[in-house]
């Protein structure tokens, strides 16, 4: 993949965009668009300058309006500014975590506890299709006494992955600064 964006102009002109994909960029797709997406979250969390606006629906009025007359307005609404700030940098923080893991590509191996010793070995089996017994091979575990594999734990890492990609897809539009 070559990507080539250009800077935005000051004119209103059309920036200029160039983008190569091969085939062996879609081979895995989610893996190369996360390898761009993690450095562009990452830039975006350092330098952002605002929070999307639903974060800041609390916020009852203008700073700058009438109300500012009153003390408790004032300290009310930095208070919220100051939380949907907050917020918005714990979703940007599950996004960036969620990316990296994708861009990682190996965390299932804290999965495995001690050490396997793998197999491939014979099996006479009955093809479903045409009914002939026929030879495949059989992944046997060598060690079963000294591997394990933490199910659980690997099923709530997957989850907490999904978490931080759907909130990329839900804010995608909020992804500006």
């Known amino acids: 993949m070559k990507v080539n964006l250009g800077k935005f102009r000051d004119n209103d002109a059309n920036r ?3 983008v190569v994909i091969n085939d062996y960029d879609t081979w895995s797709l989610d893996y190369t668009l996360a390898l761009i997406i993690l450095p562009a979250l990452l830039q975006l969390r350092q330098s952002k300058s605002s929070t999307p606006g639903e974060f800041m629906l609390d916020i009852s009025g203008d700073p700058n309006a009438v109300q500012r007359s009153f003390d408790f ?34 965390y299932a191996k804290q999965y495995h506890h001690g050490k ?5 070995e014979p099996i006479e089996m009955t093809n479903p299709v045409t009914g002939k017994t026929e030879t495949m091979q059989q992944m046997i575990d060598k060690n079963p006494d000294e591997h394990w594999y933490d199910h659980v734990g690997h099923d709530l890492h997957v989850e907490r992955v999904q978490e931080g990609l759907e909130l990329f897809g839900k804010y995608y539009k909020a992804l500006w600064d």
């Open 73 to 106: 307005h004032i300290e009310t609404y930095n208070e919220t500014v100051d939380k949907a700030h907050e917020k918005w940098e714990n979703i940007l923080d599950k996004m960036i975590w969620s990316f990296y893991q994708l861009v990682r590509d190996d």
């Open 116 to 120: 396997m010793d793998l197999s491939f």
């Open 16 to 18: 200029t965009v160039k």
